[in-house]
């Protein structure tokens, strides 16, 4: 089938190049002309494990392409996917501003039956506005009026449907989330659309992948319930850890000892510095402006958020109640991603907890294995250095802010050597307390003594 997919960025080009490697014939769209110009040199402007390798295959067999060129992505497609990003526009609501424009590309250059599918994660409503908005677009397009007026135009109206298709790819295994997807939800009320959707994703047939399929509205909804929900654990597990601190218990075997139940299970209760990420961030805040719109105060959510912007403060006191004063005190940063496996800084603790550290006079020396390019960009007045002991070297403490696989077996003794003083502040657990005791360092974790 032929697919179009607005927005190249870390959703759209991950299902364009899955859907070209399943075999059907993509174009990726996106309005960044540098993204365009290096994605057909097939040079990948995020780092995503595997997806290199995809995009050359596909990009060698001819499956997949990359454009700028709105109307002819979507003359060309039957399939147009939107997988613009829908940012948080200051207020908690998302910024639907570049649905709006890809919609009104879409009724602008449909020559013909078009199935428009929202990757995109969006506000209850929002697909069933864009369908009016193409219509009415479409309606003045081929007014009696206009028609009369413009005798060359063909005066068939196209058709259209839309589809609710929510992404639940996670950043760092977003190819393998992707390919083998607990379950693929589909929004629509056209039994065409349906049909269509369902040839889209026959491979999934082969895995036996549970398709949900559901009304516009509640496919939307779905994506906001399984975030917020995603969210709560995170949030529960931290107040947890918090309580464990207090009362001498340890949140690893509190996360074992409720995660082997299998009503709650063992994933994401990970005590952290707080969940970041371009999605959880702005999608909790986002089904909070939406509850509200329609007269419902969100208490479970408003905790969820409350409490992961806690977290991020008290990673900050935890790191000051070690080393004291700031002033002229230099820490080393071992992480910037939001997680591992990514170069995604967008709502990383580790940005919030630098900025807090840098405010009370703390010199930062930071690495991380991807994501320096992009942190560059918002941290500027950093070190950033080459490898985990050029951050050592010198520094009054160490602080693991992201779980990268390289930072569980640091050379400790040479980190030992290079520090000036054994101080170890591991925000993500990935060291055990007794063996750190016994090294002699002075060891900080998250929920446990
Ligand atoms: N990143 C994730 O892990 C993830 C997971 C599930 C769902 N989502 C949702 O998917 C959507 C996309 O997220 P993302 O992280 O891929 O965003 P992104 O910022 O990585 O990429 C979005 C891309 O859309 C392009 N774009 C914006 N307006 C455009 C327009 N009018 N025409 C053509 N291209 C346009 C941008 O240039 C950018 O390249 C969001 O709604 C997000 O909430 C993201």
Redesign the pocket.
Known sequence: MNISI???????LVTGTCLADFGHTVIC????EE?IKKLRKGIIPIYELGLEELVHRNLKEKRLSFTTNLEESIQSSLALYI????PNSGDGAPDIS?IN??AVAIAEHMDEYKVIVM????PMGTCANVRVMIQKTLDEKFSPERLAKNPDIDPRMPDFDLVSN??????GSAIEDFMRPNRIVVGTESDQARAIMKDIYRPFYLFETPMVFTTLETSEMIKYAANAFLATKISFINEMANICEKVGADVNMIAKGIGLDRRIGFKFLHASPGYG???FP??TLALIDIAKNVGYDLKIVKATVAVNERQKKWMIEKIKKIIGNLKNKTIGILGLAFKPNTDDIRESAAITIIEGLKKDGAQIKAFDPVAMNAAKKVLKDIRYCNDAYEVMEDSDALVILTEWNEFRYLDLAKAKKLLKKPVLIDTRNIYEPERMKRLGFTYVSVGRK
């Open positions: 607005f927005g190249a960025g870390y959703v759209g769209v996106d309005k960044d993204k997988a613009v990003n829908t570049n424009a890809v990757k995109s994660t969006v929510p992404e639940f790819l996670r950043e990420g371009s999605c702005k999608d």
